[in-house]
């Protein structure tokens, strides 16, 4: 019998409402940090059109790295697999933040989801023009996949980073020493937080996932990106998108999805589903600890793993 989404979603978020152990949210970009943990939201968008959502799926939170799955997809536009030549595909293994594998592997991050390989994305994206410029192009692409104007960023969170993101102006100079990053780091930062600081609610960000779940298509039949590059981008998310929990999302949900310190994730099941969690807490690989809970009842309950 199929499972019964809109029950689902409310027993899940019901369980989390209940949850003890929420994590830590985010401290170390001062305006996440006054977030109050006590929230949950998940909407799942559906390949034949429904939307089912529960708890606090309207509430606006910041995106962090999940907008390093737009950037990706709009590089990928520009310069095609050109990029992988800047950016590897393997899973680091490391902290989302750590630049220990740039000095051994010449300035090149292991894949576009640490912030290091994040950052290249963006000097990409930047292509000569002022950061207000390139930011434009994101916001226009996420309210193209949304079909919501609303959509916008939280400059009191792109300030906060800006000020105090010491870790990623190390990674973007270390980068520009080698060459990989070919802008002014702080042109490229100023486009990196502020892509960071897109704000979106889980409602929202499920339907930003669609072409994900739609083999590369809007779901107004407009295509976004080819089937091949949506499957690729959806391997990079299983593979990269949670840092050095990679591997234990694989193993406990089985779906592609991609994190932010934000505590959202962005979850895609090929073919049938695309779905935002959110819960700010997060565990210590910066990952939301209730998102993830939620998204392996979710797999168990639907059998959407993909293995
Ligand atoms: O650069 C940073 O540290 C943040 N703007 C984004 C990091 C992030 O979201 C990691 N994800 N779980």
């Known amino acids: 019998m199929p499972v019964d989404l809109a029950e689902l979603t409310a027993e899940i978020a019901a369980a989390m409402a209940g949850a003890e152990d929420r994590g830590q949210v985010a401290r170390y970009i001062p305006e996440l940090a006054g977030v109050d ?6 909407a799942i968008a559906t390949a034949d059109g429904r939307m089912f959502a529960a708890g606090d799926a309207d509430t606006g939170f910041s ?13 990928l536009g520009k310069v095609g697999d050109q990029l992988w030549e800047r950016v590897g595909r393997e899973p680091s293994g490391n902290a989302f933040n750590s630049i220990v594998q740039l000095e051994q592997e010449h ?52 300030a906060s980073e800006g000020a105090t993101g010491y870790r990623n102006i190390a990674l973007a100079n270390y980068m520009r020493a080698f060459g990989n990053v070919r802008h002014s780091p702080e042109l490229v930062l100023g486009l990196y937080v502020h892509q960071c600081a897109i704000e979106m609610s889980c409602r929202q960000l499920a339907l930003a996932g669609r072409y994900l779940m739609l083999d590369g298509r809007h779901p107004d039949g407009g295509r976004v990106v080819s089937p091949g590059r949506a499957r690729r981008i959806n391997a990079l998310m299983l593979t990269c998108g949670h840092y050095d929990a990679s591997g234990d999302f694989a193993f406990r949900v089985g779906i592609p999805g991609k994190s932010g310190v934000g505590g959202g994730i962005l979850a895609i099941v090929p073919g049938r589903a695309s779905i935002a969690v959110w819960s700010p ?24 793993s993909i293995f």
């Open 37 to 42: 943990p006590a929230q949950f939201g998940i």
């Open 63 to 75: 995106i962090q790295s999940i907008s390093k799955v737009f950037a990706l997809t709009l590089a």
């Open 107 to 158: 300035g090149i991050p292991r894949n576009p989801f640490i912030n290091a390989g994040a950052i290249v994305v963006s000097d990409v994206n930047l292509g000569g023009h002022q950061p207000r410029v390139a930011i434009g192009e994101i916001l226009r692409f996420v309210h193209y996949l949304t079909g919501d104007d609303s959509i916008a960023i939280d400059e009191a969170v792109a």
């Open 281 to 304: 807490g997060l565990t210590e690989a910066g990952n939301s600890r209730l998102g993830g809970q939620a998204l392996e009842i979710l797999a168990r309950r639907t059998g959407w």
